[in-house]
């Protein structure tokens, strides 16, 4: 009789097949790991591993979690990825039940995402400008300054995901674009309007890393600013820069503009950008559109922008409405 594959054995064929099935990408990834590798030591503490864990074990699983102290979103997405997992080994045939099955999740509500005004966003442009513009400035924090500029009007006219945003190649700058391909979640690529701001922020961070050198002749080493094909570069390995040291900057410049950094994140101004658009009229499914969700139920999140703006109209506009 074949022995029974290991629970490390296991996560890696699983996620191997989110990655070439469904394009998942390495943060989904990672998170799989890390939920399943924890769910898995639990196993091996009771005496149990993927393969013979009965549905009771599973809920005692999820029990300790909430001794733990998990939130509930933190276990919800917990017996997510055991869902996804069990039913995996089911059709691959490694079990011939799925325990998961019958599972119920947490009760949750579905919090609203944290919003910035438009206020708070002008605030952090202007100071984000002004600091791009400092005559006291070394070259270097100029550039440096100049980036975190450029991220900003690109983050606030396109409301891209910290990955994408940060993963832009340098061709995305290009003088005459009015629309950028942006590649997201399954590699599934969109088109995403440029506004003026945006393009200007891009053109003047170019110009002022081929000033910085310019004249050079040595050999550019790779990973340089120019002969990096990203638009943001990091002189490190990763390539390009990485979305932690984007928003470390972006928290330090939420406090240079006079906001508290806890409210601030690339992920609040990216609802900012789907907030504002809303706001001022536009229509949901266009939204869902430049955000890149495939289900339209992930975009209703913001139907409570839609609502108080319905009924501001009502109340202002209704002929029988009261002055």
Sequence with gaps: MPAKPSDSRLIGLFLDMLAAEQGAGPNTLDAYRRDLTDF?????????????AET????????????????STSVARRL????????????EKLRDDDPAAILSGPKRGRSLPKVLSIADVDR????????SEATDASPSQRLRHLRLYCLLEVLYATGLRVSELVALPRSAAKR????????????????????????????DYLAATDATT?????PKKKGSLVASKWLFPSFGESGHLTRQHFARDLKELAVASGLQARLVSPHVLRHAFASHLLHNGAD??????????????????????????????????????EK
Excluded: C, W
């Excluded at 009771?56 to 939130?71: A, H, P, S, V």
């Excluded at 674009?177 to 506004?195: Q, S, T």
């Design 40 to 52: 898995s030591e639990f196993l091996r503490h009771v005496g149990h591993s993927f393969v013979d």
């Design 80 to 91: 997510s990825a055991m869902r996804h997992l069990y039913r995996f080994l089911l059709n």
């Design 124 to 131: 952090m442009l202007v100071r984000a400008k002004q600091l």
């Design 214 to 218: 310019k004249g050079d002749d040595k």
């Design 56 to 71: 009771q074990t599973l809920r005692d699983y999820l029990g300790d979690l909430d001794t733990r102290g998990f939130k």
């Design 176 to 203: 005459d674009a009015r629309m950028i391909v942006v590649r997201g979640k399954g590699n599934k690529e969109r088109l995403v309007p440029l506004n003026e701001a945006s393009r200007q922020a891009m053109a």
């Design 284 to 321: 949901l499914r266009i939204v869902q559109t430049l955000l890149g969700h495939t289900d339209i139920s992930t975009t209703q999140i913001y139907t409570h922008v839609v609502e108080e703006r319905l009924k501001s109209l009502v109340r202002d506009l209704h002929p029988l409405a």
